[in-house]
């Protein structure tokens, strides 16, 4: 599956270009930040404290309108002033309306978005490529059939299918416990992570229609190699064929599209949770809608979040470049992008 | 095979594929938790009310019947009557259709004007500044999320320097064409660019840069070909060979992947419109799901589903017409 050749292939091209190096310190990044948000992040991402609230990140200030009221001589008079708010160490990229602290929103929404993206795209690659294995390799009349529901499914944009399946379904969440704070490590952070699982189903459900398309494609130049033939004529099963030959022969293609579909489910993911769908609310695209009822007052609330997911796309685009370049086949391109 | 027949067998192909579309968003009430009769009936309502409702609605047919029924009013263009509304789904639904048309062609128009051209003087500058430029813009273009990248154009330019319009559709272009018309005065279409543009650029951005990257690839491609060299040794000249012979084949492989990525066009034009306020399909699908309002949703997405089909269709046949080795695969 992985010979050494195409090892080698990966290396002198990670070596050659300069994307696919900032392509994987992105994404190495973007997982790490990921993996160990609860010890990266300064606060926790939930706590709120209404006195420290829109304060702007390092760097900029901002003027707030403040009225206090005084008692002189037995009556109220009610002063207003004007007074700049400045940035804290404390709180380096600001705060939200709430308080919360930005940057450890930033840090611990790589964690749904990364999560989202990968096992959205796992269980994509899972039926896709199974589907559409089983219909290139038998082709003819199962193809036909097979392929056509396919076609069905990709007959909708997945935006809308994925708000119209979500919107109806409902936002099933699985809290899984975080294991930094179950071992004590970082006590006081969110004790659970939430995975917004309608969300996951639904993304591979919109997308396991490119994986069939590519795994077809693969399997019906692969049904007539002669390697194929004569496995048949040893009287070897279709089930075996397809797990030790076609499978095997078809990774290459597979992977480059899986790579650009988590940035892609990634992308999707965040447009769910910006229009409230998607139930998580530790998550780049939540941020984002929040902060853009405060865009006149603290343009940052929805401008951090928003470049976090540029990064981590940007990343995840240039390693499947990367991929692309190195092992160089001749790949269809899936839906991407929102 | 002719080009006639490849589009009739394109176009029934495209038949099967509306009739699943149909089934399937037929099937996915009845995927969908709760019974349709909770969206209109009031929360206090009698058993017998509710059955009485069931029964306005058709609900207490068998599954079939309600299928073959659904079928055949769509087939005569009725969509049923608004849960809520009372009023014909086919009327609400179809008055979305322009609002989400125009900014999906605004949105396309300036990708191409700005996508082609971006791309061949970057692969005709490879290694200079012009092209890393190009190159950097559509890698950013094509990982931004366009809802983001809307909002932070409402925050430079509508906030900061009040250029534009934060949200609404106040005059269609129809209108804004039918005053210039009548009038004489262009201000109904200048108001009309005034709000599309913001929303056309954010729904743009994506295909411009994606646009971008295939002419460039597809160019320098192109230009390491043998029959570039052979044109060039018989003397042509170089803008001939580079505008005539070059970019004439890189375009067959953008349409391909333009027509695979028109879902992302509808999509992202979902999301634009809920950004802008506009009055079009993705806003209304949104809000009938969060009413349940089953007509306008069942509506609003065989519209979207037919007129990707439809659109896909249109695009095999210029592919077809540019590649005409396709018709004979």
Same mark, same amino acid.
């Given at each position: 599956m992985i010979s050494p050749r195409t090892l080698r292939n990966l290396r002198s091209e990670l070596r050659r270009s300069a994307l696919a190096k900032l392509g994987v310190t992105l994404v190495v990044g973007i997982f790490l930040m990921a993996v160990f948000a609860p010890v990266l992040a300064p606060h926790d991402p939930t706590d709120q404290n209404l006195n420290d609230s829109q304060l702007p990140p390092l760097g900029f200030s901002t003027t707030e309108n403040r009225t206090t009221s005084e008692f002189v001589d037995g009556e109220v008079t009610i002063v207003e002033e004007e007074v700049t708010v400045n940035a804290t160490a404390e709180h380096p990229l600001g705060t939200d309306s709430l308080g919360r602290d930005v940057l450890s929103r930033t840090i611990y929404g790589a964690r749904t978005s990364l999560l989202v993206g990968v096992i959205g795209a796992?269980?994509?690659?899972?039926?896709?490529?199974?589907?559409?294995?089983?219909?290139?390799?038998? %082709?003819?009349?199962?193809?036909?059939?097979?392929?056509?529901?396919?076609?069905?499914?990709?007959?909708?944009? !997945?935006?809308v299918l994925a708000i119209a399946l979500i919107g109806l379904w409902g936002r099933a969440a699985i809290r899984i416990p975080d294991p930094f704070v179950a071992a004590g490590i970082t006590p006081g952070m969110p004790p659970d992570i939430v995975l917004p699982g309608t969300v996951v189903l639904v993304v591979a459900l919109v997308n396991w229609g490119w994986f069939a398309r590519v795994a077809r494609g693969e399997a019906l130049s692969l049904r007539s190699?002669?390697?194929v033939?004569?496995?048949? !004529?040893?009287?070897?099963?279709?089930?075996?064929?397809?797990?030790?030959?076609?499978?095997?022969? !078809?990774?290459?293609?597979?992977?480059?599209?899986?790579?650009?579909?988590?940035?892609?489910?990634?992308?999707?993911? !965040?447009a769910l949770s910006f229009l409230g769908f998607s139930g998580a609310t530790l998550s780049w695209g939540?941020?984002?809608?929040?902060?853009?009822?405060?865009? %006149?007052? %603290?343009?940052?609330?929805?401008?951090?979040?928003?470049?976090?997911?540029?990064?981590?796309?940007?990343?995840?685009n240039l390693v499947g470049d990367w991929l692309r370049d190195a092992l160089d086949p001749g790949i269809e391109q899936g839906e991407g992008g929102v | 095979m002719s080009l006639g027949r490849f589009l009739i067998k394109r176009t029934v192909h495209g038949v099967f594929v509306v009739w699943g579309v149909v089934t399937v968003v037929f099937g996915l009430r009845f995927l969908t938790p709760g019974s349709p009769v909770n969206a209109v009936a009031p929360l206090d309502a009698s058993q017998e009310l509710r059955q009485r409702i069931a029964r306005d609605l058709g609900l207490n047919k068998p599954l079939y019947e309600q299928y073959f029924d659904y079928l055949f009013s769509l087939l005569q263009g009725d969509m049923g009557y608004s849960y809520l509304r009372g009023i014909e789904a086919s009327t609400l639904v179809l008055g979305r259709v322009p609002a989400t048309v125009e900014l999906a062609v605004a949105a396309s128009f300036i990708a191409v004007v700005l996508s082609i051209p971006l791309g061949v003087i970057a692969a005709n500058r490879r290694h200079e500044p012009a092209d890393y430029g190009a190159t950097l813009f559509s890698l950013v273009g094509i990982s931004t999320p366009n809802f983001w990248l809307g909002i932070m154009l409402i925050l430079v330019l509508s906030v900061?320097? #009040?250029l534009f319009p934060t949200s609404g559709r106040p005059l269609g272009l129809y209108p804004a064409l039918a005053l210039l018309?009548?009038?004489?005065?262009? #201000?109904?279409? =200048?108001?009309? =660019?005034?709000?599309?543009?913001?929303?056309?650029? @954010?729904?743009?951005t994506y295909f411009t840069a994606l646009i971008t990257r295939l002419t460039r690839s597809g160019m320098l491609d192109e230009l390491g070909k043998?029959?570039?060299?052979?044109?060039?040794?018989?003397? =042509?000249?170089?803008?001939?060979?580079?505008?005539?012979?070059?970019?004439?084949? @890189? =375009?067959?492989?953008i349409v391909t992947v333009v027509g695979l990525q028109l879902g992302t066009l509808i999509g992202g034009a979902v999301i634009t419109e809920a950004v802008f306020s506009w009055p079009g399909l993705g806003s209304f699908l949104i809000r009938s799901i969060n009413v349940r309002d089953w007509p306008l949703i069942q509506g609003s997405l065989v519209v979207i589903g037919v007129s990707f089909v439809l659109v896909n269709i249109v695009v095999d046949a210029l592919y077809a017409y540019l590649d005409p080795q396709v018709v004979t695969e």
């Open positions: 796992l269980l994509a690659v899972l039926v896709g490529v199974t589907y559409g294995l089983v219909a290139g390799y038998y %082709s003819g009349r199962v193809d036909d059939g097979l392929m056509r529901a396919a076609d069905v499914m990709l007959a909708f944009p !997945s935006l190699q002669e390697y033939t004569a496995a048949r !004529s040893m009287g070897a099963g279709d089930a075996f064929i397809i797990r030790t030959h076609v499978f095997p022969n !078809s990774v290459t293609p597979i992977l480059v599209l899986a790579t650009i579909q988590v940035a892609a489910i990634i992308l999707l993911e !965040s939540f941020d984002i809608a929040q902060g853009r009822q405060y865009l %006149s007052s %603290s343009w940052w609330i929805a401008t951090m979040p928003g470049i976090a997911i540029v990064l981590a796309v940007v990343g995840i | 900061q320097f #009040g018309v009548t009038e004489g005065a262009p #201000g109904g279409l =200048l108001r009309w =660019l005034h709000h599309i543009f913001l929303p056309a650029v @954010t729904l743009g043998s029959y570039v060299r052979a044109a060039r040794a018989k003397g =042509l000249p170089e803008a001939l060979v580079r505008y005539r012979h070059a970019l004439r084949n @890189t =375009l067959v492989p």
